[in-house]
């Protein structure tokens, strides 16, 4: 059975704070997700290029493919850094830090309980329709 919120001793405003904190936490999640996105697609991207590198070549553009090779695609995508790198550090030192965070408040605040509000908004959905039935 879910825990029940109403059982743990929260203040409205904690309540609060934990809901805003999770769905904070579930948006940094999202935006790893972009993170992800960007790196395959800048990926993709590089591909393509290598690809145009050999196809420039083998229309007899050294010059234009000798550029593309040693200057364009092994640049990092952000001040020197490949997308991989970008990522790693995302999520090992990010996003690791503020799903510890929100850990250790949720530990404190409510129990370890997670979803406060949601569980709240169900148990009462659920007995509202069962008064209504």
Same mark, same amino acid.
Not at 89 to 97: I, K, M, Q, V
């Given at each position: 059975?879910?825990?029940?919120?109403?059982?743990?001793?929260? #203040? /409205?405003?904690?309540?609060?704070?934990?809901?805003?904190?999770? @769905?904070?936490?579930? *948006? @940094?999640?999202?935006? *790893?997700? #972009?993170?992800? /996105? $960007?790196?395959?697609?800048?990926?993709h991207a590089m591909d393509r290029m290598s690809d145009a590198e050999d196809a420039l070549r083998a229309a007899g553009h050294e010059e234009w493919a000798d550029e593309l090779r040693d200057d364009h695609l092994p640049a990092g995508? @952000? #001040?020197?850094?490949?997308? $991989?790198?970008?990522?790693? /550090? !995302?999520?090992?030192? $990010?996003?690791?830090? @503020?799903?510890? !965070?929100?850990d250790e408040v949720r530990e404190e605040v409510a129990d370890g309980v997670d979803h406060v509000t949601e569980r709240r908004q169900k148990r009462r959905l659920r007995e509202r329709a069962r008064r209504d039935e």
């Open positions: 059975m879910s825990p029940n919120p109403d059982d743990l001793e929260l #203040s /409205e405003p904690e309540r609060e704070a934990l809901h805003d904190l999770q @769905v904070g936490i579930e *948006y @940094v999640h999202r935006s *790893y997700g #972009s993170l992800l /996105e $960007f790196h395959h697609h800048l990926g995508a @952000v #001040s020197d850094q490949w997308t $991989f790198e970008l990522v790693e /550090e !995302f999520s090992t030192e $990010f996003l690791a830090d @503020v799903d510890a !965070f929100e």
